[in-house]
């Protein structure tokens, strides 16, 4: 087993903070004079939640490429360690991780490297149903954290580039729309090319509120103090390394469940249309962003498959679900969840049109290589 670089910051129970500095090896982020390299390899990356499945991918790709990375993350995800475990067998030596909770100020400006090229915040409380049970933890985290996470930039690596992975849920339950049903989905009547950045913010949810006030402060900040700062709105993400359970990660969630026998509940009609974005496409959004920030600072995205990735929660995708585990799979029903949109398609033509880019990986292509990874690592669903 690799050891990892470790930094153990601060841990939520008892806030002291305990360095082992034999643990540094050959990896001192900050030291000396500070320079930005952006779009050249040995960049400073800082992930927020890098042990998470967004930014673990992340973190593969930035090591991949010979950057070095710092991931901050407290390991509340269940199945996030093994995340890091992954990469620091795969990466080694560039890769160093700090334990700390983003709603720890002085945790999170101490890990960050003043000389960190970009910065990816990450991390959040991820899940609408768990904001609803417990609407202060979802506020300290996505908003507190976010918060947390503007003022360390500003304060320590004002020349960084900040990504934030905001939602689709800042346009809230989108009750008014019109939509209309067939027998496989709902779809809009009047947003053909899907929602665009410009429809109006319409927080529903606890989470909604928490992570819009983190998108806005996230904006104003590139605003008000000239931070180089891309909010990006994301729809569904799916792919390798989503530990998906009932409450987040439903792509994920259906594909281990229905490899492995375990119960699904459909809530609402399972009619429900979402366009998703396999994770490699995301990470390539991101990619397009930092190399065009002249264009992308200060702006909003919206990242998800557009109009041509799109399917039906349930309707369309248990069918394929059950092609590729050559049997039906059962299901349970329930009744609509809160702030659950009949329909989500965003429009993606600002993220094409500005950063060049395009969702390459089709809905079928995307779930025939998730339902594969999922096989190939049982180890991941059976602690
Ligand atoms: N996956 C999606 O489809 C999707 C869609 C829209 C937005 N997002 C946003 O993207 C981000 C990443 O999502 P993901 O799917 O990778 O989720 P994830 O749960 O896999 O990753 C989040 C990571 O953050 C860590 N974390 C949670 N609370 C923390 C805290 N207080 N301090 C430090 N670390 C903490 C977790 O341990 C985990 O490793 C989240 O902010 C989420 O709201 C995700």
């Given at each position: 087993m690799y050891r990892l670089p470790m930094v153990l910051v601060a841990g939520l129970s008892d806030r002291t903070t305990s360095v082992n500095p034999t643990d540094f090896i050959g990896f001192h982020p900050g030291a000396g004079q500070i320079t930005i390299r952006e779009d050249v390899n040995n960049m400073e990356i800082f992930i927020t939640g890098g042990a998470g499945f967004i930014g673990s991918n992340l973190a593969d790709h930035h090591l991949g490429r010979g950057d070095r990375v710092t991931i901050l993350d407290n390991l509340s995800r269940r199945g996030s360690d093994c995340n890091l475990e992954w990469l620091a067998e795969r990466h080694g030596d560039n890769l160093r991780f700090v334990r700390a909770d983003i709603r720890d100020y002085e945790a999170l400006r101490g890990a960050l490297p003043p000389n960190a090229a970009r910065v990816y915040h990450m991390a959040g409380q991820v899940a609408v149903t768990t904001s609803v049970t417990d609407p202060r933890d979802d506020f300290e985290i996505n908003a507190l954290g976010t918060f947390n996470v503007v003022e360390a930039v500003r304060a320590v690596a004002p020349e960084a580039i900040l990504f934030y992975a905001s939602t689709n849920k800042v346009y809230g339950g989108m009750e008014d729309i019109r939509t209309a049903e067939s027998k496989d989905r709902h779809r809009f009547l009047d947003f053909p090319d899907g929602i665009p950045e410009s429809y109006p913010l319409d927080f529903h949810s606890p989470y909604g509120c928490s992570k819009g006030c983190g998108d806005q402060y996230v904006r104003d900040y590139s605003r008000t103090y000239g931070l180089r700062t891309v909010v990006m709105r994301q729809s569904c993400i799916y792919g390798t390394r989503q530990l998906g359970v009932e409450d987040q990660g439903w792509v994920a969630h259906f594909c281990i469940a229905a490899r492995y026998g375990r119960p699904i509940t459909i809530y609402?009609?399972?009619?429900?249309v979402r366009d998703v974005l396999w994770i490699d496409d995301l990470v390539a959004a991101y990619g397009s962003a930092a190399e065009r920030i002249d264009i992308a600072s200060g702006q909003i995205y919206n990242l998800g498959g557009g109009p041509d990735n799109t399917m039906s929660?349930?309707?369309?995708f248990g069918p394929i679900l059950s092609q590729l585990a050559g049997r039906d799979i059962p299901v349970a029903r329930a009744d609509w969840r809160v702030g659950d949109q009949r329909v989500f398609v965003s429009d993606i033509h600002k993220a094409e049109r500005e950063l060049g880019w395009r969702p390459r990986v089709s809905v079928r292509d995307g779930i025939e290589r998730l339902w594969r990874w999922v096989g190939d690592n049982p180890q991941l669903f059976h602690p």
């Open positions: 609402g009609d399972g009619r429900q929660i349930w309707a369309e």
